[in-house]
């Protein structure tokens, strides 16, 4: 498997920055994990206080676990959505992004290469010219 599909995959199935960290780009991946990681835990901080001021907005006078009221959960998953909207937008574009940037990227193992060169001295430079025929 290509490299550049790896380090996508990698960005994009398990987080983002994980394909730049396969591709030995350490700073953007920071770039990426940080503000990632930092969203996320924002997210869920932000769903446990919906869900906390709706747990204690209820009358739990007559509350004996069994009987739970859909709409609240209904509730809940609506002011989830809305107050954390671009939340969500920014993970997303993030993912994306570092999906993107994995797969289009060089790492930095990659010499450079110039077809049908004619002579180099310098070792980081691949000559891509097919063998010459034998006679």
Known sequence: MNL?????????????????IYKK???????MIVPTAALIILLFYNIFQITWKTMNSMDMSDFNGV?????????INHQAWVQNELIIVLVIV???????DAAY????????????????KDPNVVDRRPPPKQL
Not at 67 to 75: E, L, S, V, Y
Not at 94 to 100: M, R
């Open 4 to 20: 550049n599909r790896k380090a996508a995959l990698m960005s994009g199935l398990v987080f983002p920055g994980m394909g730049q």
């Open 25 to 31: 780009h350490f700073l953007k991946a920071a770039a």
């Open 67 to 75: 009987n739970i009221d859909p709409k609240m959960f209904a509730d």
């Open 94 to 100: 993030i993912w994306i992004g570092s999906i993107v």
């Open 105 to 120: 990227t060089k790492t930095k193992e990659e010499p450079e290469t110039i077809p049908y060169l004619t002579s180099t």
